[in-house]
């Protein structure tokens, strides 16, 4: 460690000392005051309040313990035995969150809602020990409850916590998603861990409160709440007034919050436990019997500084930080029980010792507890794989009489030969006939049926309840989806367009992708993302024709699909739909929309781009593992591996090469995660030469994948690439100066031979 970062250290254990201090200061001034003799455990604390002595003595030691959590924390990092020292002092209110929710209310946490943690663990039966989960979080020790040391986390399967890794607020679209799918679960007969009338809270920062992610979550809950959907959420913002260093302007969470339409808007002193307890009590009730989303904004204070590394001294004036100490939620629950003559100051200097001393002594007896050791034990919970499920699934149709009814009598497999965007459709009113836990929503997908008309017919035939219109936001489609597949759903959401995707891609990056990973799989949100993408509609222009997918690729875990033709498109459909319902899986189904519509290959007229589609008791022989490419063709001069538009390229380049004596096979990726390497590297080596035809973009594409697969495999033969332009996409026929063509395909093919 530098000097500088040594000095920064220093002076945070300083202010810390500081308030340990000032608690002590504060509650030895008390001895002056004579308070009353023998409280009663079963009064209330002070007159109007629910909250009793007995509650408040559990809570206290509850504050007390998070408390010491972070002198731990810090203890821990000095030794190099902890990794992480953000911490909870000043918002031990929270405590009183838990005590006034049900233990079976799902929680999204903030992450300095230790003391929430704490006083849950105490309500399970039997209790569970808290202290020791934070800490082997703290330790990233592998026998962490939630997340097995990948990272410090509060979260518990059987305390109903939900672990959230986000400092941002992202995890809010997921909260208004599962408390819009909470009641849509038990009504479609899906199993839900929660019981019906749940409410769900998140925890926020005030800070948070401008993030675009809050901001759009908020929108929604009260756009459900406008249309009097019933959406039981009560978002939690613990302002301390500050973001690290930066202000948060007093007043302003207040002025951004209460104003809301939709979202009842509640006040509570953050320091003071009892006003907390009521408040939220109150609160939870309104919720619970409203179904409609409230916002509680408590007033806290934060002591210390926002790590372990950070002193505040450094951006705070004296005043201020003295103005916290004073407002220090611990001395205001110990002047509660004070005054009710349940504790004497001494009981109260007693109790903290005694608190400090068995935190500390646990933090000791867990400082050296056994850590992840490989990659194996790392990525276990990421992206787990059954084949034989995935299998099984994918080819489980609904029963005779339900496809009939699905279907109007009309079976997709006696229609004849059918266009992408037809084979999309029926496959999906297939998979919700044969599930009733799917849903299909998106941006225009109800009524209208899609921009394209790939879901039209299914709102008519499933009805209001699992086919819907959203509002137009990415992350509160991707939140939505979150919350549903985490309420046991089986959530199909829309993207409209590729390039909108990026306004979102962490709810699927951040949010979806790491739920399974942080919690070893005791949480998951399944999902299928479908996202109508590429280029080539001949119109051009940037955000209905980007050809991106950068920001997919590099997500661990995620299924990311491709198809070109019809017959692939139904049968990967069902794959990921499989794979969603048994492993978990986050799948990105990549529609290209040029191809949707398309009916020809090689000449008009000749249907080369139309496929029948399989009856039920094909899709068995049919069945598409996740990661296995389609070969097209027997050439033995060249191999041209490619997807999506290039598959309609290639082939017809193929064609052309053909005339001239040149003989291609075309290989299909159709995955690009998990990309089918065995496949691209045996169908490399029948010919010798490779050559990748590739849309996206020539940095950052899949063709660098492509290549570095065949350099991993060992391949001796040639290889070449042929791109699009890195540029996005614009109007008109200028796009096709940027674009992969066909005639690029064959005289690269021409060159690779030469």
Not at 438 to 443: A, D, K, P, Q, S
Not at 489 to 502: F, G, K, T
Not at 602 to 616: H, T, V
Not at 663 to 679: K, M, Q, S, T
């Amino acid at each position: 460690m530098s000097q500088a970062a040594d000095e920064r250290t220093g002076e945070a254990a300083r202010e810390r000392d500081a308030v340990e201090r000032h608690f002590a200061r504060s509650i030895l001034a008390m001895l002056t005051v004579t308070p009353p003799a023998g409280g009663d455990p079963a009064a209330a604390v002070r007159p109007g309040s629910a909250l009793t002595g007995e509650r408040c003595l559990e809570l206290f030691d509850a504050q007390l313990a998070s408390r010491h959590l972070d002198v731990a924390a810090r203890w821990l990092r000095s030794r190099n035995a902890g990794f992480y020292t953000i911490g909870s002092s000043g918002h031990e209110g929270n405590a009183a969150l838990a005590a006034a929710l049900r233990p079976g209310d799902p929680a999204l946490l903030h992450y300095r809602s230790c003391a929430f943690y704490l006083a849950r663990a105490a309500q399970a039966a039997p209790p569970r020990d808290g202290v020791g989960d934070v800490l082997l979080g703290l330790a990233a020790a592998e026998a962490e409850p939630i997340a097995g040391g990948r990272h410090k986390v509060l979260g518990h399967a059987d305390l109903n916590v939900i672990p959230v890794t986000s400092t941002i607020a992202s995890h809010l679209p997921r909260a208004v998603g599962l408390a819009f799918t909470l009641g849509r679960a038990a009504r479609l007969g899906s199993a839900v861990r929660w019981p019906a009338d749940a409410i769900v809270l998140a925890s926020m920062g005030d800070a948070s409160v401008n993030h675009s992610t809050a901001v759009g979550a908020l929108n929604t809950a009260g756009y459900c709440a406008y249309q009097r959907l019933p959406l039981p959420l009560l978002v939690v913002c613990e302002d301390n007034g500050l973001g690290i260093s930066v202000r948060t302007p007093p007043g302003w969470v207040a002025a951004a919050a209460s104003g809301r339409r939709g979202l009842r808007y509640i006040h509570a002193d953050g320091s003071d436990l009892a006003d907390v307890f009521d408040t939220t009590l109150a609160a939870a009730a309104w919720v619970r019997r409203q179904r409609s989303p409230a916002f509680l904004h408590l007033s806290m204070v934060r002591l210390g500084g926002h790590a372990g590394a950070d002193p505040e001294t450094a951006y705070r004036q004296a005043a201020e930080i003295a103005a916290d100490l004073d407002a220090d939620p611990l001395i205001g629950t110990a002047r509660l029980l004070i005054d009710a003559g349940l504790l004497s100051p001494g009981d109260v200097l007693d109790r903290y010792e005694a608190s400090r001393a068995r935190v500390l002594g646990r933090a000791a007896e867990l400082a050296g507890a056994p850590r992840l050791t490989s990659a194996a034990q790392v990525m276990a919970p990421l992206a787990p794989r059954c084949p034989d499920e995935v299998a099984a699934g994918a080819a489980a149709p609904a029963g005779a009489a339900a496809r009939h009814r699905a279907f109007g009598g009309r079976l997709p497999e006696s229609a004849g030969p059918m266009t992408l965007a037809q084979a999309i459709n029926a496959t999906l009113t297939d998979a919700l006939a044969a599930r009733p836990g799917m849903l299909v929503f998106g941006e225009d997908v109800a009524r209208k049926g899609g921009v394209y008309g790939v879901t039209r017919g299914l709102l008519a035939t499933f009805g209001a309840g699992r086919v819907f219109d959203t509002v137009l936001d990415e992350q509160s489609i991707l939140g939505l989806a979150l919350g549903a597949g985490l309420a046991g759903l089986l959530p199909v959401p829309e993207i409209q367009y590729l390039a909108y995707l990026h306004n979102a891609a962490d709810q699927i990056r951040g949010e979806a992708a790491t739920l399974s990973f942080f919690s070893q799989g005791r949480y998951r949100n399944p999902m299928v993302v479908r996202i109508a993408g590429y280029a080539y509609q001949g119109f051009g222009g940037h955000f209905h024709n980007d050809n991106s997918v950068a920001a997919l690729r590099d997500i661990p875990g995620l299924i990311i699909a491709s198809p070109a033709r019809p017959d692939d498109a139904a049968a990967m459909l069902r794959t990921c739909l499989a794979a969603a319902e048994a492993d978990g899986s986050v799948c990105a189904f990549l529609e290209p929309i040029a191809l949707y519509h398309a009916r020809d290959l090689l000449a008009a007229g000749d249907g080369g781009w139309k496929a029948s589609y399989d009856p039920p008791e094909r899709w068995p022989a049919g069945h598409v593992p996740a990661g296995r490419a389609r070969t097209h063709g027997e050439g033995t001069d060249l191999t041209i591996v490619t997807f999506g538009n290039g598959l309609w390229l290639s082939l017809r380049a193929a064609d052309r090469l053909a005339a001239e004596g040149i003989g291609a096979r075309v290989l299909d990726l159709r995955w690009l995660a998990p990309l089918p390497a065995d496949d691209i590297l045996r169908e490399a080596t029948a010919t010798g030469r490779v050559l990748i035809a590739d849309e996206t973009r020539r940095t950052g594409g899949v063709a660098e994948a492509v290549l570095a697969a065949l350099a991993d495999g060992g391949f001796r033969g040639q290889a070449a690439r042929v791109t699009s332009e890195d540029s996005f996409v614009p109007l008109g026929e200028a796009a096709a100066t940027v674009l992969l063509s066909q005639q690029a395909i064959e005289s690269a093919a021409r060159s690779l031979l030469r």
